[in-house]
């Protein structure tokens, strides 16, 4: 099958962009505002975009609190979430009024930040501190604005649980991190393979 998706007529009981653009990290997102209030929020519209500097995005479907207290702010943390707390992620999830704390909601604990207020996740087996460096709304080819949000952030400092090491390496299959799929589904990294990259066009020489 193929469809344009100006009209978007694929026939589907449900529409496959984001099942086609999958696994997707999940960008658990903690902040902080100016006036000391506290947002926690999974986002997969998340990736790393550079490795020098090292730099992340997430992607926020209108001005959201994470997006207005990273903006505000000008930090972020980016938790890594994995399967042992995809309940508690999922719940952090739900709308929740201003000023009221995903924390508390889920049962999860703030631990302090070193080099920014956003609080961490402190059950999360890794953390990402980050300070904003660009937010914006981006364009369609027919210059429509859209309605998401696009705030990229600097990793300025990075927490790692010694508990997930091996050989020196994170060891993905005892991180277990959580990937978005398309519509309700989600995966977990349980089984992981090594590739080299192949040194000549031809693939010889690996």
């Known amino acids: 099958m193929f469809y344009t998706t100006d009209r978007n007529d694929h ?3 449900h529409d496959p962009f984001k099942a086609i653009v999958a696994p ?3 960008g658990w997102i903690s902040t902080r505002a ?7 929020a999974p986002y997969s519209f998340f990736n790393a975009i550079s490795d020098r500097p090292k730099l992340v995005m997430f992607s926020s479907v209108g001005m959201k609190d994470s997006a207005s207290f990273a903006i505000q702010s000008g930090e972020f943390v980016a938790n890594l979430a994995t399967r042992h707390l995809a309940a508690q992620m999922n719940r952090t999830s739900a709308a929740a009024g201003r000023g009221t704390s995903e924390f508390g909601l889920s049962g999860l604990t703030e631990a302090s930040s070193r080099l920014v207020a956003a609080p961490r996740v402190a059950e999360s087996p890794a ?3 980050c300070r904003v460096t660009h937010s914006f709304r981006p364009t369609g080819l027919n210059g429509e604005v859209s309605e998401n949000v696009v705030v990229i952030g600097q990793v300025v400092g990075i927490h790692i649980d010694e508990a997930i090491l091996k050989d020196g390496m994170i ?4 991180a277990a991190p959580l ?4 519509y309700l589904d989600y995966a977990v990294t349980d ?3 090594q590739m080299a990259r192949p040194r000549t066009p031809d693939g010889g020489d690996v």
């Open 11 to 13: 026939g589907l009981s």
């Open 24 to 26: 997707r990290p999940i």
């Open 34 to 40: 100016k006036d000391g209030s506290v947002n926690l």
């Open 127 to 129: 953390a990402l501190e």
């Open 171 to 174: 060891d993905m299959t005892l």
């Open 179 to 182: 990937a978005r799929l398309g």
């Open 191 to 193: 089984q992981v393979f």
